[in-house]
């Protein structure tokens, strides 16, 4: 059996760089879906951006170590095609760190309305609102 030939530095790198956009548009498509709106799916899908970020960044550091000298054969317009990737790496990393934004300001407009609610069941003294459900009948007006 022949053995695979070592894949060229700047050529594995494109081809990881392409397996993240896959990973990246699936994220963001499911985060669209409107079973991403639950708390446990939208921080689920939170720590993959994280985890995904961190993989494009790894791969931008390796990128940008990378040089003519380190292929094992001539690459022709090599420069244009690392400049290609890179491009890519930046865009694939502004799509996650919106993502992440955007699920963060989810959960801190959930937690705003959580507090807000809070505050309603409270007068201004800052003591619990008696309601006739949670005391027998009698009810606190502030």
């Known amino acids: 059996m022949l053995a695979r030939r070592p894949r060229d530095p700047l050529q594995a790198l494109r081809r990881r760089g392409q397996e993240l956009k896959l990973q990246v548009d699936s994220l963001v498509t499911e985060s669209q879906l409107t079973g991403a709106l639950e708390p446990s799916k939208r921080r689920e899908i939170y720590q993959r951006c994280i985890q995904l970020k961190q993989a494009v960044d790894e791969n931008k550091n390796t990128l940008q170590k990378l040089n003519k000298a380190d292929e094992a054969a001539p690459v022709g317009n090599y420069e244009q095609r690392k400049e290609e990737e890179h491009s890519l790496l930046e865009k694939l990393a502004c799509q996650l760190q919106e993502l992440a934004v955007s699920i963060s300001r989810k959960d801190a407009l959930k937690v705003e309305a959580h507090s807000d609610k ?23 007006v502030p």
């Open 118 to 140: 809070e505050e309603d069941d409270t007068t201004e003294d800052g003591k619990p609102l008696l309601t006739s459900s949670s005391r027998a009948g009698r009810t606190r």
